[in-house]
Nanobody, 129 residues
């Protein structure tokens, strides 16, 4: 089973930025569609965005993230990143990356909903004064 590993979380003040990274010690993420999700205390998991193996980015699903969050891929480093800018207390959550093998699909493919077989353990982001 594909193992994904997130890193880069932490405790920051409002307005700060973070860069979360998702990597796999065993497989090439270049063959995968990779998405970011988050789960805040007392709330359900919500999708943020997906980046296809071809680099196409699905629309940000979290309205408040528009203009503040961005997903990028660096195949040379086998990493997919989530850039978090102008963080707010309501962004406090555990952030997860998830992946689905997509070499057999079109380069723009991103799964629907939470249809990802591989998940990381999550990284905590806490935004407070």
């Amino acid at each position: 089973q594909v193992q994904l590993v997130e890193s880069g979380g932490g405790s920051v003040q409002p307005g700060a930025s973070l860069r979360l990274s998702c990597s796999s010690p065993e497989f090439s993420l270049a063959d995968y569609a990779v998405a970011w999700f988050r789960e805040a205390p007392g709330k359900g998991r919500e999708a943020i965005s997906c980046i296809s193996r071809g680099g196409n980015i699905s629309a940000l699903h979290v309205d408040s993230a528009q203009g503040r969050f961005a997903v990028t891929r660096d195949n040379a480093k086998n990493t997919v990143s989530l850039l978090l800018d102008a963080l707010r207390p309501e962004d406090t959550a555990i952030y997860y990356c998830a992946g689905k093998y997509a070499r057999d699909r079109r380069p723009t493919y991103c799964p629907r909903g939470s249809d990802y077989p591989a998940w990381g353990q999550g990284t905590q982001v806490t935004v407070s004064t």
